[in-house]
């Protein structure tokens, strides 16, 4: 058991296929293996996983903060991944819209979550905006 709450909805994220898990289960085949990602599902856009390393944002990130007034997530990276190159993938729920995106690059949408590319900057932090969606009533 792995003590998820029953009225709780989770992302369940591929690290290696790099891709969003929908359906009632996975099947693996032989003498394989899967790294997946489960983390529950905000109301808000929020950094589901990086490319950067296995543990998909726990070593690489120092930071993740939402602003609601904003509509801006701020995701900082610690100074030893600053030199690398990798993909963020944010999930976005219906009810936002990518707005702008500062130190990385829209790569594509797969489903509610929108990949990044981050390349090497000297600057620690991706900025991303969004507006509120003709499906929100706010």
């Given at each position: 058991a792995l003590g998820l709450e029953n009225n709780v909805s989770y992302y369940h994220w591929s690290f290696w296929n790099w891709h969003l898990l929908t359906g009632a289960g996975l099947v693996l085949s032989p003498r394989s293996a899967e790294l997946i990602l489960i983390k529950e599902r905000r109301p808000y856009p929020d950094l589901?996983?990086?490319?950067?390393?296995?543990?998909q944002g726990d070593c690489e990130i120092s930071e993740v903060v939402?602003?609601?007034?904003?509509?801006?997530?701020?995701?900082?990276?610690?100074?030893?991944?600053?030199?690398?190159?990798?993909?963020?993938?944010?999930?976005?729920?219906?009810?936002?819209?990518?707005?702008?995106?500062?130190?990385?690059?829209?790569?594509?949408?797969?489903?509610?979550?929108?990949?990044?590319?981050?390349?090497?900057?000297?600057?620690?932090?991706?900025?991303?905006?969004?507006?509120?969606?003709?499906?929100?009533s706010n």
């Amino acid at each position: 058991a792995l003590g998820l709450e029953n009225n709780v909805s989770y992302y369940h994220w591929s690290f290696w296929n790099w891709h969003l898990l929908t359906g009632a289960g996975l099947v693996l085949s032989p003498r394989s293996a899967e790294l997946i990602l489960i983390k529950e599902r905000r109301p808000y856009p929020d950094l589901l996983s990086t490319n950067l390393h296995f543990s998909q944002g726990d070593c690489e990130i120092s930071e993740v903060v939402w602003s609601e007034a904003e509509k801006i997530l701020r995701i900082s990276l610690h100074e030893d991944y600053l030199p690398r190159s990798g993909e963020l993938a944010i999930s976005v729920p219906a009810t936002y819209q990518l707005k702008n995106v500062e130190n990385a690059s829209y790569l594509r949408t797969d489903g509610e979550v929108i990949i990044l590319k981050r390349l090497p900057l000297k600057f620690p932090e991706v900025k991303i905006c969004f507006t509120k969606s003709a499906l929100s009533s706010n």
